[in-house]
């Protein structure tokens, strides 16, 4: 892939650039709760507008559906890189409508403008090339050059992501190129002991990257609600807890292939429901009360994971270990990150909730190796799928 230091070498001032970057934020009523992506992507746009380019950068934010929806504009983004970076960022209210096509015409050398959300046009996504393909060449008359810097959008087919740099000169940006090297390490030549955490809610979401890297690790370590679906598979009873039935007999021979490399809880913080003033329990794995949930791993099962990953060179966690936004049950997030951050060797945390978690936790992110954008795109990755996006960009 041509880089964004070959284009800066070109030169940029004068030309319009388009950024395809990954400004997808969680908000709540229209706050940012964590703005670790909009903090990730402005290296690769200041450093563009820093050399003279005319800046455009557009993204997504949820899933609007091809309809406008207030609650999902990029306008609160637009502010937030601007009080982050400190320039001026001029926001346009459409995506290739007038307001659009007038922001970007009225952008001087070093100016920064971002686009409303892509997804409020419903080409952005659609299955069909032309459709997709006429959307993408109204979108790149914006711009002379296109930089994709967009990791976490890379694993989708859309319009910004894989046609637009089939219309323009493209070059990969500083987060995309750092994103492929960590992974390309991670899946080729991790150093051992090679120690692999895995969280979040369901078996299904993470089946293929655990089939992937099962062969490669000398260690994986399972917890938040995709555990008890393991448990079970072990003949235990899970109460009230999450449960794919359908997986079980998957997670039975994924244990057989593991044998004692595959390691799960002991024990598990438990509740009848998920709130702050929840009255908990903890118990042993094998004594979780019929009808609670578990909702968190316990100390005990801190300790052990903590242990397991003390001696390990190469990390990557992706998942919180229990429901760490309700604080009754962030314990065992925070006690698994923290001792995957004690770590002295290469630890790269698989975007999503688990970089999520790093900032709601108040944890240092300059503990850790990388904290990853990519969220599916990684886990795709990971996988040894082919991603749409990055096949646009190396493609010449």
């Given at each position: 892939?041509?880089?964004?230091?070959?284009?800066?070498?070109e030169?940029?001032?004068?030309?319009?650039?388009?950024?395809?970057?990954d400004?997808n934020?969680p908000?709540?009523?229209?706050?940012?709760?964590?703005?670790?992506?909009?903090?990730?992507?402005?290296?690769?746009?200041?450093?563009?507008?820093?050399?003279?380019a005319?800046?455009?950068?557009?993204?997504h934010?949820?899933?609007?559906?091809?309809?406008?929806?207030?609650?999902?504009?990029?306008?609160?983004?637009?502010?937030?890189?601007?009080?982050?970076?400190?320039?001026?960022?001029?926001?346009?209210?459409?995506?290739?409508?007038?307001?659009?096509?007038?922001?970007?015409?009225?952008?001087?050398?070093?100016?920064?403008a971002?686009?409303?959300?892509?997804?409020?046009?419903?080409?952005?996504?659609?299955?069909?090339?032309?459709?997709?393909?006429?959307?993408?060449d109204?979108?790149?008359?914006?711009?002379?050059?296109?930089?994709?810097?967009?990791?976490?959008?890379?694993?989708?087919?859309?319009?910004?992501?894989?046609d637009?740099?089939?219309?323009?000169?493209?070059y990969?940006?500083?987060?995309?190129?750092?994103?492929?090297?960590?992974?390309?390490t991670?899946?080729e030549?991790?150093?051992?002991?090679?120690?692999?955490v895995?969280?979040?809610?369901?078996?299904?979401?993470?089946?293929?990257?655990?089939?992937?890297?099962?062969?490669?690790?000398?260690?994986?370590?399972?917890?938040?609600?995709?555990?008890?679906?393991?448990?079970?598979?072990?003949?235990?009873?899970?109460?009230?807890?999450l449960?794919?039935?359908?997986?079980?007999?998957?997670?039975?021979?994924?244990?057989?292939?593991?044998?004692?490399?595959?390691?799960?809880?002991?024990?598990?913080?438990?509740?009848?429901?998920?709130?702050?003033?929840?009255?908990t329990?903890?118990?042993?794995?094998?004594?979780?009360?019929?009808?609670?949930?578990?909702l968190?791993?316990?100390?005990?099962s801190?300790?052990?994971?903590?242990?397991?990953?003390?001696?390990?060179?190469?990390?990557?966690?992706?998942?919180?270990?229990?429901?760490?936004?309700?604080?009754p049950?962030?314990?065992?997030?925070?006690?698994?990150?923290?001792?995957?951050a004690?770590?002295?060797?290469?630890t790269?945390?698989?975007?999503?909730?688990?970089?999520?978690?790093?900032?709601?936790?108040?944890?240092?992110?300059?503990?850790?190796?990388?904290?990853?954008?990519?969220?599916?795109?990684?886990?795709?990755?990971?996988e040894g799928?082919?991603?749409?996006?990055?096949r646009?960009?190396?493609?010449?």
């Amino acid at each position: 892939m041509r880089s964004l230091d070959d284009l800066l070498t070109e030169g940029v001032r004068g030309r319009r650039v388009l950024v395809r970057s990954d400004l997808n934020v969680p908000m709540d009523d229209g706050d940012i709760t964590d703005d670790g992506r909009i903090r990730a992507s402005l290296p690769t746009i200041e450093a563009l507008a820093s050399a003279g380019a005319r800046v455009v950068v557009c993204s997504h934010l949820g899933r609007p559906k091809g309809e406008r929806r207030e609650d999902l504009s990029l306008q609160p983004v637009a502010i937030r890189m601007q009080q982050v970076s400190g320039r001026t960022v001029a926001f346009a209210t459409d995506v290739i409508g007038a307001d659009a096509a007038a922001t970007v015409t009225a952008q001087a050398d070093g100016d920064i403008a971002l686009l409303e959300n892509l997804r409020f046009e419903a080409a952005e996504t659609a299955k069909d090339d032309a459709e997709r393909g006429e959307f993408a060449d109204r979108l790149a008359q914006f711009a002379d050059v296109y930089v994709g810097d967009g990791f976490g959008a890379l694993h989708r087919k859309h319009a910004s992501v894989y046609d637009v740099p089939q219309r323009l000169p493209h070059y990969a940006g500083g987060l995309v190129l750092r994103e492929v090297e960590v992974l390309r390490t991670l899946t080729e030549s991790p150093q051992r002991p090679y120690v692999v955490v895995l969280g979040g809610s369901k078996v299904s979401d993470k089946l293929g990257v655990i089939e992937a890297l099962l062969p490669r690790v000398d260690r994986l370590l399972v917890g938040g609600g995709m555990c008890f679906t393991f448990l079970k598979a072990q003949g235990r009873e899970v109460g009230g807890s999450l449960l794919e039935a359908d997986q079980v007999d998957t997670c039975r021979k994924l244990l057989e292939q593991a044998g004692d490399r595959l390691l799960l809880p002991v024990d598990v913080v438990v509740a009848d429901d998920i709130a702050d003033d929840a009255l908990t329990q903890t118990v042993p794995v094998d004594e979780i009360p019929a009808g609670a949930k578990g909702l968190d791993i316990g100390p005990q099962s801190v300790r052990l994971f903590a242990d397991a990953l003390a001696g390990a060179v190469t990390v990557f966690w992706n998942g919180p270990m229990g429901v760490f936004e309700v604080k009754p049950f962030a314990a065992g997030t925070l006690g698994v990150a923290q001792a995957i951050a004690a770590g002295t060797g290469t630890t790269v945390v698989g975007g999503g909730d688990s970089a999520a978690a790093v900032r709601a936790l108040g944890l240092d992110e300059k503990a850790f190796s990388h904290i990853s954008t990519g969220g599916g795109a990684s886990l795709e990755y990971l996988e040894g799928r082919s991603l749409p996006g990055l096949r646009a960009l190396e493609e010449q």
